[in-house]
T-cell receptor, first 113, second 115 residues
């Protein structure tokens, strides 16, 4: 089955450590996205990539970094510079030219203590 | 910039009640409009969409009509079920945002349906 895989489902880290969240898709989609979800704040865009080896900052990119070395993979690193990293992180993808059909992964809940 | 405002929840209804979740937007250009649903512990799923004025999106008994004159896209369902309990997000996608292509989401409305 085609889809988006995010792993792990739950992630725990100590403050001051960098952590990388995985996102893989086998939908052959060009564009990929990372969102952060906090209670009562909806989804906020962290980074997005419309093509391999290219990505753009979203609305809340500070303290995060990404790479897009392969079409199917778009890992997100939460660095120690991110002040409030505890959140639910969602990855999404879509085909270029199909603005409407954005598919989401199941999410990773990151807890930093 | 573009924005989406949807009614704050939580919304609690009894089974078979009528549902309305209000959504209004501000945008330059001609956005497409969407409703996404998120069940507990899961990612978002596209529920329905409308790409131009007066279009009606529908799916699983839910409907929403793209009203350009009132900049609204309210979600309705005539008879809700317990299985409809979820968080609902209104969103817009504007392809004229300086070349960028992204969705702008409302804050979400949590719906609980009691038997």
């Amino acid at each position: 089955d085609g889809g988006i895989t995010q792993s792990p489902k739950y992630l725990f880290r100590k403050e001051g450590q960098n952590v990388t969240l995985s996102c893989e898709q086998n939908l052959n989609h060009d564009a990929m996205y990372w969102y952060r979800q906090d209670p009562g704040q909806g989804l906020r865009l962290i980074y997005y990539s419309q093509i391999v080896n290219d990505f753009q900052k979203g609305d809340i990119a500070e303290g995060y970094s990404v790479s897009r070395e392969k079409k199917e993979s778009f890992p997100l690193t939460v660095t120690s510079a991110q002040k409030n990293p505890t959140a639910f992180y969602l990855c999404a993808s879509r085909n270029r030219g199909r603005l409407d059909e954005q598919y989401f992964g199941p999410g990773t809940r990151l807890t930093v203590t | 910039g573009d924005s989406v405002t949807q009614m704050e929840g939580p919304v609690t209804l009894s089974e078979e009640a009528f549902l309305t979740i209000n959504c209004t937007y501000t945008a330059t250009g001609y956005p497409s409009l969407f409703w996404y649903v998120q069940y507990p512990g899961e990612g978002l799923q596209l529920l329905l969409k409308a790409t131009k004025a007066d279009d009606k999106g529908s799916n699983k008994g839910f409907e929403a009509t793209y009203r350009k004159e009132t900049t609204s896209f309210h979600l309705e369902k005539g008879s809700v079920q317990v299985s409809d309990s979820a968080v609902y997000f209104c969103a817009l996608s504007d392809q004229y945002q300086g070349g960028s292509e992204k969705l702008v989401f409302g804050k979400g409305t949590k719906l609980t349906v009691n038997p």
